[in-house]
């Protein structure tokens, strides 16, 4: 197929984008590099420099790129910063989208799969939380995200576009190729790694009285490649709507247990600070992800504690700097 990657220079575009051009398929990548790197966009893929935020400009991206559907990555992704700058995350999220609809609408682009956040959730009143579970986001981050499913389902429905909206909640772990280079860094995994190479003085634990079994948050991880996986799935099935499924394994990991973790697949002691707890981190946040298994037929095989935080260590050794070195 040939296929639009928005934000493909990004962390998890970049993943994908990687997996796509092994499985034959003809991609173009759109990013503006505010926060990916060029040096992230998979060899073998084509390389546009463009905004969402420029209506013209994404129109003719779409137009030259003549793809059969789009994989949409590209966002602004930091709750604390969508606090602080909530326009940019309108503007990045919910403008960027609306302008990349119009141009797929103009160029006759009708499949997307968004990458969607459990963010559009806010503070879950049950777990494991299920698709049609209230969602009130309880930050712009999550507001921008969910206004942009509120679009696609009404393209959907008005137009005949044919969307997945796929609800990532912590995404770990890197390739051989292609890993985590965010500045600044705010997942746990890679800041604990960032840690042991000496770039960190102390990996920060926020609350230890949660009433979790080891008083540490829990979060629900999947591997970066068992992400990909499901977009793949998702992009064979969307000869109809799919609408929004949760990805995730249900069971989750502590912050106390990705300590453990980092240490023993490193073999390294990591310098803890425990701290109280962080404002809006809910105790624990993991995923029913039946329907993906069911719709996708999508099984996350790699998302083990070790594997994610194998891989990505193996990255980070080889990518001390980064993808600048
Ligand atoms: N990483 C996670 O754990 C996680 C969890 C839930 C959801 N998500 C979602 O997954 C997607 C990818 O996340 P990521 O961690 O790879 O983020 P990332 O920041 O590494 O990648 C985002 C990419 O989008 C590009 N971009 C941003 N604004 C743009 C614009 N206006 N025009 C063109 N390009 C633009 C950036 O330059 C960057 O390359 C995001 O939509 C994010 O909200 C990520």
Same mark, same amino acid.
């Given at each position: 197929m040939r296929l639009l990657v928005t934000g493909g220079a990004?962390?998890?575009g970049s993943?994908m984008v @990687?997996?796509l051009v092994?499985?034959?398929h003809d991609v173009v990548v759109l990013d503006n590099?505010?926060?990916g790197?060029r040096?992230?966009v998979a060899t073998g893929a084509s390389f546009v420099e463009a905004?969402l935020?420029?209506?013209?400009g994404t129109r003719q991206a779409v137009k030259d790129a003549a793809p059969e559907a789009v994989l949409h990555f590209a966002?602004?992704?930091? =709750? #604390?910063?969508?606090?602080? %700058?909530?326009?940019?995350?309108?503007?990045?999220?919910?403008?960027?989208?609306? +302008?990349l609809?119009?141009a797929m $609408?103009?160029a006759?682009v009708?499949?997307i =799969?968004?990458?969607? *956040?459990?963010? &559009?959730?806010?503070?879950?009143?049950?777990?494991?939380?299920? @698709?049609?579970?209230?969602?009130?986001?309880?930050?712009?981050?999550?507001?921008?995200?969910?206004?942009?499913?509120?679009?696609?389902?009404? +393209?959907?429905?008005?137009?005949?576009?044919?969307?997945?909206?796929?609800?990532?909640?912590?995404?770990? #772990?890197?390739? !051989?190729?292609? #890993?985590?280079?965010? %500045?600044?860094? *705010?997942?746990?995994?890679? =800041?604990?790694?960032?840690?042991?190479? #000496?770039?960190?003085? $102390?990996?920060?634990?926020?609350?230890?009285?949660?009433?979790?079994?080891?008083?540490?948050?829990? $979060? %629900?991880?999947? +591997?970066?490649?068992?992400?990909?996986?499901? +977009?793949?799935?998702?992009? @064979?099935?969307?000869? !109809?709507?799919?609408?929004?499924?949760?990805?995730? *394994?249900?069971?989750?990991?502590?912050? !106390?247990?990705?300590?453990?973790?980092?240490?023993?697949?490193?073999?390294?002691?990591?310098?803890?600070?425990?701290?109280?707890?962080?404002?809006?981190?809910?105790?624990?946040? =993991?995923?029913?992800?039946?329907?993906?298994?069911? &719709?996708?037929?999508? *099984?996350?095989?790699?998302?083990?504690?070790? @594997?994610?935080?194998?891989?990505?260590?193996?990255?980070?050794?080889?990518?001390?700097?980064?993808?600048?070195?």
């Open positions: 990004g962390y998890i993943v @990687e997996r092994d499985l034959g590099l505010w926060r790197h040096g992230a905004d935020l420029d209506s013209a966002a602004a992704t930091l =709750v #604390g910063e969508s606090m602080t %700058d909530p326009a940019r995350y309108f503007g990045a999220n919910t403008v960027g989208s609306h +302008h609809l119009l $609408r103009e006759n009708a499949k =799969v968004f990458s969607s *956040t459990a963010a &559009v959730y806010g503070m879950p009143s049950r777990l494991p939380v299920e @698709e049609g579970d209230e969602k009130r986001p309880i930050n712009p981050y999550g507001q921008s995200k969910l206004m942009v499913e509120q679009m696609l389902e009404a +393209h959907a429905a008005a137009y005949g576009l044919r969307f997945a909206a796929l609800r990532y909640f912590n995404v770990a #772990g890197a390739t !051989r190729v292609h #890993g985590e280079d965010h %500045d600044p860094e *705010t997942h746990a995994i890679p =800041v604990a790694l960032q840690t042991l190479l #000496g770039k960190r003085e $102390r990996f920060s634990v926020f609350g230890t009285d949660y009433p979790t079994p080891d008083g540490t948050a829990i $979060r %629900d991880y999947v +591997h970066v490649l068992d992400l990909a996986d499901a +977009h793949v799935a998702a992009l @064979e099935r969307l000869d !109809r709507s799919l609408g929004a499924m949760n990805l995730g *394994t249900k069971d989750g990991f502590s912050v !106390r247990q990705i300590v453990e973790g980092v240490e023993r697949v490193t073999g390294r002691s990591l310098p803890v600070a425990y701290e109280g707890r962080r404002a809006g981190d809910p105790p624990s946040l =993991v995923a029913d992800s039946s329907l993906a298994r069911s &719709v996708l037929g999508w *099984t996350p095989a790699r998302s083990t504690l070790d @594997e994610m935080i194998g891989s990505a260590w193996e990255w980070f050794q080889k990518h001390p700097g980064g993808y600048a070195g």
